[in-house]
């Protein structure tokens, strides 16, 4: 991984510029005019788990119409900013949205629906689905409801934008920071192989691949 | 000249984005909901570029953006923008409407090497499908602006928009090139019935599939740039040019609205139907448009 907007809306190299040349204050500006433009633009994939994937078409459509606060839905998680993830996770789903989840640009942001993915609500004693996601992946919001409603969904929204716009701490960078947490708990329960592999060095793969 | 160039860029940018956000806007209406702000695009824009890039398929993919926004930019600086003045008219004089055609088409070709690279079974179809309809669409407007030449005998726009002066417009002289060179130009902005490269249902987002964060955002931008250069072609060869910022903005926007409000109304084609459909009727418009012009002058 590289570095980047690491911890805070801009390069960390730039603040230091800025604060060497005594203008920390136009970098707190700046900063704060990035984080506004953040929550006005939200890209969604939308990944439907669970039973909840019937409310996101009435959010993002005519009825609710999310787009007028510039949540749009988008095709891949390449450009995306939010996951939206609206259920219970099987196994077999979870190992996927870890994948879908990684290949998302920082900054990130997830969101789930329903009370499933917080503790395993009618699944709880399911053999195959996990029951608190938080142990797996970093949620950002949790709209809660057996199923919520889209105005419930659209309230999350809200609740994203002004967490952006106060520049609170994302679940991506508590990903990035308690990255050996996560990646215990998950491979706990999905076995050793999860993709990508983290040891192997993709650039290298003639010099033995070993980073 | 430099100064003229970089304000003509920033004018282009700030024009198109407000463009496609009206274009959301108005789609947004029509559909019955409230739809985003105008300025929605701008917002989109910065964002994306103060994301981070982690994604790496080597240099030659970076470069697909590149390509396309230097087409862009070409195109743009290549156009002259007001009928009357020179001002904004930098290097218009270095070039003509065949460099402008040629340069139309960079920007595609160059995206398709990139987007190979990355090796998106999606992005390929993407570019395939592009480059398939490219064929259909560059048909009857070629025809057009050959029919707009032989009549104005010159390929200097300069000297297109100066014979519409005393001649009349050419969209009341030769109605026939306009509408072949107006259905064209829906494909050339990506509406329905021709938004086959990245059409959402079927490709995802077809060639943009792998590009994320800042490289978007240069696509994105190139985009707006581009599409303002277009327009201004049309109102330069169809409607005489404008003399002022305020009919510049008028006869971009009146073309601009008749293109938005055509994508609503129709369906998508499948790449075939539409290849099928532009090598008929368009073209046969516009070659009798021609054959008007070769025989009765
Ligand atoms: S919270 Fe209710 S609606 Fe949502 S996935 Fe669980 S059981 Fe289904």
Request: aromatic share 12%; net charge neutral.
């Amino acid at each position: 991984m590289e570095s980047g907007f690491y911890g805070s809306s801009l390069d960390g190299n730039l603040k230091c510029k800025f604060e060497e040349s005594g203008l920390a204050n136009t970098h707190e500006i700046m900063e704060k005019a990035v984080r506004w433009f953040r929550s006005r633009s939200i890209f969604v994939v939308a990944y439907g788990t669970g039973c909840g994937a019937i409310e996101m078409p009435p959010t993002f459509t005519s009825r609710y119409d999310a787009e007028r606060m510039g949540v749009v839905g988008v095709a891949t998680p390449r450009q995306a900013d939010l996951i939206i993830l609206s259920g219970y996770l099987a196994y077999k789903t979870l190992r996927r949205v870890i994948r879908t989840y990684e290949q998302m640009q920082k900054p990130r942001y997830i969101m789930t629906l329903g009370s499933c993915p917080i503790n395993g609500g009618m699944y709880w004693d399911s053999y195959n689905t996990i029951k608190k996601l938080d142990d797996y992946l970093p949620i950002d919001v949790s709209v809660t409801g057996c199923m919520p409603r889209p105005e419930a969904v659209i309230d999350g929204f809200v609740l994203l934008q002004e967490r952006i716009r106060n520049g609170e701490k994302a679940g991506w960078e508590k990903y990035d920071e308690n990255f050996e947490f996560y990646k215990e708990n998950q491979k706990r329960v999905l076995g050793g192989h999860i993709d990508p592999s983290y040891e192997t060095d993709w650039y290298n793969l003639k010099s033995g691949g070993k980073a | 000249m430099i100064f003229q160039i970089i304000l003509l860029i920033m004018l282009a940018y700030v024009v198109g984005f407000i463009y496609f956000g009206l274009y959301r806007n108005i789609t947004a209406r029509i559909q019955g909901r409230y739809g985003p702000t105008v300025y929605q695009s701008f917002y989109d824009s910065i964002k994306l570029f103060s994301k981070n890039n982690t994604v790496s398929y080597g240099w030659m993919f970076y470069l697909g953006p590149v390509i396309m926004a230097t087409g862009a930019v070409l195109t743009l600086v290549l156009v002259p923008v007001f009928s009357d003045s020179d001002f904004l008219r930098s290097v218009t004089s270095q070039g003509n409407l065949f460099v402008l055609l040629y340069l139309m088409v960079l920007g595609p070709l160059g995206n398709a090497l990139a987007v190979g690279t990355g090796g998106n079974p999606f992005g390929v179809m993407g570019v395939v499908r592009g480059l398939t309809r490219l064929i259909g669409l560059e048909l009857p407007f070629y025809i057009a602006v050959v029919g707009l030449i032989i009549a104005a005998n010159s390929s200097d726009i300069v000297h297109i928009i100066d014979v519409q002066k005393t001649a009349g417009l050419n969209i009341i002289n030769h109605p026939l090139l306009f509408i072949g060179a107006m259905i064209s130009m829906v494909g050339f902005f990506g509406a329905s019935p021709f938004d086959i490269p990245g059409a959402p249902q079927e490709v995802y987002s077809g060639p943009r599939t792998e590009f994320s964060g800042k490289f978007l955002a240069l696509l994105m931008s190139q985009g707006s740039l581009f599409a303002f250069a277009k327009l201004v072609l049309i109102v330069d060869l169809f409607l005489g040019g404008a003399d002022s910022l305020v009919m510049l903005v008028l006869k971009t926007f009146t073309i601009f609205v008749a293109i938005i409000f055509i994508g609503i109304v129709y369906g998508r084609y499948k790449v075939e139907q539409a290849v099928d459909f532009l090598m008929k009727l368009p073209t046969l418009i516009a070659v009798l448009g021609l054959a008007r012009i070769v025989w009765f002058g």
